[in-house]
């Protein structure tokens, strides 16, 4: 896996802006008396990445500014290069607030996050899709192909495309890219022969970067990605951060941040949040139930 260290000057500046984006101007004053108050706890949020650094950051970054103003619980964005570089920090308790879908096996269920809330956006599924112009109509005609996936980690774009291929013993080279984006331009340029990807990922692309897909095959639907938090924070604090969340587009400056968000990512329509539960992914533990061994 590439370290930061090897990334170029650009991705290393880009990295620093990322985890430090959301730091209160306190941070940078003089140390404070020891009459003052202290400075509120701030915990890191880490969304998976499903964009590349930048849109990604560029997404975030406005929406934890507006929820930590409101609800006084400070959030500081903790982004990786890549979405196992994110999930990482998670695993590793570096982060107690995340969106993600990647805690829902049985060795990570027990970590204790707890689901508070979701995007209100259809159900995903997960997909093997090729160029339209592309002469493969089959899956099966994958095989002996490389294949690109986002992420090791990702459960839709790549766990359960790659399970159904070994399910019907259609052998493929997977290589990850870090990101939906960088999967999709592997496959235009042609180093690939076919993408597994997140539906939703899938029709954003195709209307930002104007190709057509062919979609191979898809899955069941899946909640999409759920807003966490880890057993370290206060229920009050949790609390008020989803209060701040689910009624973000009730309020006009909300409303104004989540359209900016869909319109960068070419979403069809700002799309809100609302609240969650660990029913909601039930999907997600059935497929671990019946998941090959090397996935789950």
């Known amino acids: 896996m590439t370290t930061l260290t090897h990334a170029s000057r650009a991705a290393a500046l880009l990295w620093i802006a990322c985890t430090v984006a959301a730091l209160p101007a306190a941070a940078a004053a003089p140390q404070a008396s020891v009459q003052q108050a202290a400075t509120p706890h701030i915990y890191n949020f880490s969304p998976v990445n499903q964009w590349n650094l930048q849109v990604s950051a560029s997404y975030w970054n406005p929406i934890i500014r507006y929820v930590s ?6 959030l500081n964005l903790k982004l990786g290069r890549t979405s196992a570089d994110t999930t990482s920090y998670i695993l590793a308790r570096e982060v107690d607030f995340a969106f993600t879908n990647h805690l829902f096996s049985p060795d990570r269920m ?21 160029p339209a112009d592309s002469p493969i109509r089959d899956i099966r005609e994958l095989a002996g192909g490389v294949v690109a996936f986002p992420g090791p980690e990702a459960l839709v774009a790549y766990k359960v495309p790659y399970a159904q291929l070994l399910r019907k013993h259609i052998p493929v080279t997977p290589v990850f890219t870090g990101n939906h984006d960088a999967a999709f331009t592997q496959l235009f340029a042609g180093r690939v022969k076919a993408v597994g990807a997140n539906s939703q990922l899938v029709a954003a692309w195709s209307s930002r970067e104007g190709h057509a897909f062919r979609v191979l095959w898809s899955s069941t639907p899946f909640n ?19 209060r701040v969340f689910l009624g973000m587009h009730q309020d006009p400056e909300g409303r104004k941040i989540l359209a900016a968000a869909a319109e960068l990512v070419h979403a069809p329509a700002p799309i809100s949040f609302v609240a969650a539960s660990d029913a909601d992914y039930a999907s997600y533990r059935a497929f671990y139930a019946d998941a090959p061994a090397n996935l789950r």
């Open 69 to 74: 103003a409101r609800s006084g619980v400070r």
């Open 110 to 130: 027990k970590m204790g996050w707890t689901v508070f809330g979701r995007r209100d956006s259809p159900a995903v599924q997960g997909q093997l899709v090729v």
């Open 224 to 242: 999409e990605l759920a807003l966490m938090a880890s057993p370290r924070v206060p229920a009050e604090e949790m609390r008020a951060l989803a």
